[in-house]
């Protein structure tokens, strides 16, 4: 069975940092994609970034160059660095893995970024 918890949500000021974590429990970790996407209220999911098993890694155009995806197949981790955080960053992160044309979601963890 699948299980994903993210952490490291929280409220931090526009230009400030977060550091998202998402913990994998199963199998095939080392072997998926493994991303993250965010949702604001009235608006739909979008992709945040995603890292590949080997190390590739796409991010969307509103967060290119300021946040950064890593993993951890040791550790059965993967992270989100959010550098210069803005406004409209505020959304609640799920970590997301896709195996084999599947997809698992963790619950997601709330950012807002507020002065």
């Known amino acids: 069975q699948v299980r994903l918890v993210e952490s490291g949500g929280g409220l931090v000021q526009p230009g400030g940092s977060l550091r998202l974590s998402c913990a994998f429990s199963g199998s095939f970790f080392s072997d998926s994609v493994m991303g993250w996407y965010r949702q604001a209220p009235t608006k739909e999911r979008e992709l945040v970034a995603a890292i590949t098993a080997t190390g590739i890694t796409d991010y969307g155009d509103n967060v290119s160059g300021r946040f950064t995806i890593s993993r951890d197949n040791a550790q059965n981790t993967v992270d989100l660095q959010m550098n210069s955080l803005k406004p409209e960053d505020t959304a609640v992160y799920y970590c997301?893995?896709?195996?084999?044309?599947?997809?698992?979601w963790g619950q997601g963890t709330q950012v807002t970024v507020s002065s």
């Open positions: 997301n893995c896709q195996y084999w044309g599947r997809n698992y």
